[in-house]
């Protein structure tokens, strides 16, 4: 089974950008959708948005249209999360999670997380 | 908006006892697409159960998922100490399109 290696840890100034990378690790995206779930300190999971790799078609939760940009580059198999005008409330875990490309329903790879802090 | 609700938001139990987890939906979802994750601290979400019911390979059998339309339940039959951990319920297909319930920790008593 395809494992996603995500980039390391992020310290970032309120109103900058965050850019996570999520490599697949033994094998292609190409049957995957990958999606952005990340997870504030002490809190629940929460989805952001997905990309199909193969097609670069990206879907965005509404709470993130216009802050979050989903992208793949089929070439190196690697998706990345770019997050705009951080928020300390950005303050997260970000994990990246892959679904079928015919939409099983489950999450399985998950991504280990990348923390993001925001603060000035 | 689907909205998952899940309780009790905490439940201490022993070793050895049964856990019922429930997770509630807003509106009526399709068996198909409920699953369930476990989360131990600085780890990433394991499936567990996929479908409502089927288990996702190399899980126990003591872990079992149930339930159709706004109600399911995932019951762990005998607790072991490798299960106490945070549980999420999870659905696919609705607005946004994929969402989590806020989870039940199951802490030792």
């Known amino acids: 089974q395809v494992q996603l290696v995500q980039s390391g840890p992020e310290v970032k100034k309120p109103g900058s950008s965050v850019k996570v990378s999520c490599k697949a690790s033994?094998?292609?995206?190409?049957?995957?959708?990958i999606s952005w779930v990340r997870q504030a300190p002490g809190q629940g999971l929460e989805w952001m948005g997905r990309?199909?790799?193969?097609?670069?078609?990206?879907y965005y939760a509404q709470k993130f249209q216009g802050r979050v940009t989903i992208l793949a580059d089929k070439s190196t198999s690697t998706a990345y999360m770019d997050l705009t005008s951080l928020r300390s409330d950005d303050t997260a875990v970000y994990y990246c999670?892959?679904?079928?490309?015919?939409?099983?329903?489950?999450?399985?790879?998950w991504g280990q997380g990348t923390l993001v802090t925001v603060s000035s | 908006e689907i909205v998952l609700t899940q309780s009790p938001g905490t439940l201490s139990l022993s070793p050895g006892e049964r856990a019922t987890l429930s997770c509630r939906a807003s509106?009526?979802?399709?068996?198909?697409?409920l699953a369930w994750f476990q989360q131990k601290p600085g780890q990433a979400p394991r499936l567990l159960i996929y479908?409502?019911?089927t288990r996702a390979p190399g899980i126990p059998d003591r872990f079992r998922g149930s339930g159709s339309g706004t109600d399911f339940t995932l019951t762990i039959s005998r607790l072991e100490p490798e299960d106490f951990a945070v549980y999420y319920c999870?659905?696919?297909?609705?607005?946004?399109?994929?969402?989590f319930g806020q989870g039940t920790k199951l802490e030792i008593k």
């Open positions: 999670a892959g679904d079928s490309m015919t939409g099983r329903g489950w999450f399985d790879p």
């Open positions: 999870q659905q696919y297909g609705g607005s946004p399109l994929y969402t």
């Open positions: 033994g094998g292609t995206l190409n049957n995957y959708t």
């Open positions: 479908g409502a019911s």
């Open positions: 990309i199909i790799p193969l097609l670069g078609i990206p």
């Open positions: 509106q009526s979802i399709s068996s198909s697409y």
